[in-house]
């Protein structure tokens, strides 16, 4: 189960370094839309997937065939974009894209893959944890059913994210990339959060609708809006960071 979330992490981080590669000093509308989808792959999924197996293991009938069957699933979500580039790209269009990978990868930026490998590990591995810990755990903080979402929100999935957001930004904070000066640095350190900031607040603005369509929630028609809020704020202060490191840093 940790296996796909692992390759997952690696490959959005892999696609997302790629795509600086080439779009390096530009600034591309549908290349930050991809961006927040890579974002949402790197830090929000993997700890969703594993509130989600939280719950199916706690709900469902513990029998060997179910919990398979329940892995394989969350296996299948986690591929399913490289599976729908299989069907809908033509030879072609896979062959300029492994072509624009290979030319990133011979780059300076590829030389040192350690730390996304390293990363990528250690992040599949603390999903296992809290799947742990909440297993052992969940019978004490939750008491009532209607309290369950809850306890994934807050104490499941929230946390990790926030832990991960901020350590991207501190390392992106610290390191210094083709003779970045100080201020560069911090800017983009804070694009970084505010970017991850950004597609945390889409994904639960997405949850909301579906939660409108699917229930008619009033509350999560509140919800809907808050997030959406956030997530205008968040982009205009991305705007305006970025704004700011081009003419004056």
């Not at 974009?81 to 299989?86: E, K, Y």
């Not at 904070?173 to 083709?178: M, R, S």
């Not at 579906?210 to 202060?237: H, K, M, N, P, Y």
């Amino acid at each position: 189960w940790a296996l796909p979330i692992s390759q997952d992490i690696e490959e959005a981080a892999t696609e997302e370094r790629i795509m600086d590669h080439h779009l390096a000093g530009s600034f591309n509308i549908p290349a930050e839309i991809v961006r927040l989808a890579l974002r949402l792959r790197r830090c929000v999924l993997p700890f969703w997937a594993t509130a989600a197996t939280l719950v199916l293991l706690i709900t469902d009938n513990l029998s060997a065939k179910n919990i398979i069957l329940n892995f394989l699933v969350i296996t299948f979500l986690s591929e399913a974009d490289n599976v729908l580039a299989v069907l809908f790209l033509r030879t072609d269009q896979r062959e300029l894209m492994e072509k624009a990978a290979k030319e990133a990868h011979d780059s300076e930026e590829f030389h040192d893959s350690k730390l996304a490998f390293f990363w990528a590990r250690v992040q599949s591995l603390s999903c296992v944890i809290i799947l742990i810990i909440a297993l052992a755990f969940i019978d004490v903080w939750v008491k009532n059913c209607s309290k369950l979402n809850v306890f994934l929100t807050i104490y499941v999935a929230t946390p990790p994210v926030i832990i991960v957001v901020g350590g991207q930004g501190l390392y992106r904070g610290c390191v210094k990339v083709h003779q970045e000066t100080t201020c560069v640095r911090i800017l983009s350190s804070l694009i970084e959060v505010i970017r991850n900031g950004l597609a945390y607040s889409l994904a639960g603005t997405f949850i909301h609708v579906l939660l409108i369509l699917l229930q008619g929630s009033r509350d999560a028609g509140e919800g809907a809006l808050i997030t959406l809020i956030i997530s205008i704020v968040c982009l205009l202060i991305i705007i305006g960071i970025e704004t700011c490191k081009r003419r004056c840093c």
